[in-house]
T-cell receptor, first 114, second 113 residues
Framework: AQKITQTQPGMFVQEKEAVTLDCTYD???????LFWYKQPSSGEMIFLIY??????QNATEGRYSLNFQKARKSANLVISASQLGDSAMYFC???????????FGTGTRLKVLA | SAVISQKPSRDICQRGTSLTIQCQVD?????MFWYRQQPGQSLTLIAT?????????ESGFVIDKFPISRPNLTFSTLTVSNMSPEDSSIYLC??????????FGPGTRLTVT
């Protein structure tokens, strides 16, 4: 069975500093996708970044990068140069082969301090 | 990407009543999904809304409680029936456009008193 684990319920970071949000996963599939979403207090889910299991390079999208370590089954999100607007809940999710269905982690609440 | 709207954005309902949530997408999509997010929790998939056929429900969710319609490729509804306070959640619809990611609507915040 697939599982996503986010062990940091809450994180603080100083404005303009970088922060890493942890995500580990468990699957027996060889092909899978890993995603990060941001959920502000307003409730919408905002897609941030995607990493495929066969992608050799770590995904990057602007200030977001995904530190993908396949052997360790980890897919940590790195946010560089944190901004106050980055304060939100962050969810890691996984999709297995041949399906669009997601499994979500429990989330990490990030607070950026001025 | 896709632009998704949901109605209502929030509602307060009495126990025993039903609420129908609408999800509208700005383009035709094959896959639409409904999620529930209970207070302080992660997202749980309720069902996949299939166009022209019955929805596919996940374990723990049944059609009598959460009937879903999908009359076309841009629209779906989720009804929360015979509500109890435990149904107080954010309900989100999402779509998969053929690329890897899903796009979510803004959510419907439901409070059952």
């Amino acid at each position: 069975a697939q599982k996503i684990t986010q062990t940091q319920p809450g994180m603080f970071v100083q404005e303009k500093e970088a922060v890493t949000l942890d995500c580990t996963y468990d699957t027996s599939d060889q092909s899978y996708g890993l995603f990060w979403y941001k959920q502000p207090s307003s409730g919408e889910m905002i897609f941030l970044i995607y990493q495929g299991s066969y992608d050799e390079q770590n995904a990057t999208e602007g200030r977001y990068s995904l530190n993908f370590q396949k052997a360790r089954k980890s897919a940590n999100l790195v946010i560089s140069a944190s901004q106050l607007g980055d304060s939100a809940m962050y969810f890691c999710a996984m999709r297995g082969p041949g399906t669009y269905k997601y499994i979500f982690g429990t989330g990490t609440r990030l607070k950026v301090l001025a | 990407s896709a632009v998704i709207s949901q109605k209502p954005s929030r509602d307060i309902c009495q126990r025993g009543t039903s609420l129908t949530i609408q999800c509208q997408v700005d383009s035709q999509v094959t896959m639409m999904f409904w999620y529930r997010q209970q207070p302080g929790q992660s997202l749980t998939l309720i069902a996949t809304a299939n166009q022209g056929s019955e929805a596919t429900y996940e374990s723990g969710f049944v059609i009598d409680k959460f009937p879903i319609s999908r009359p076309n490729l841009t629209f779906s509804t989720l009804t929360v029936s015979n509500m109890s306070p435990e149904d107080s959640s954010i309900y989100l619809c999402s779509v998969a456009t053929g690329s890897y990611e899903q796009y979510f609507g803004p959510g419907t915040r439901l409070t059952v008193t």
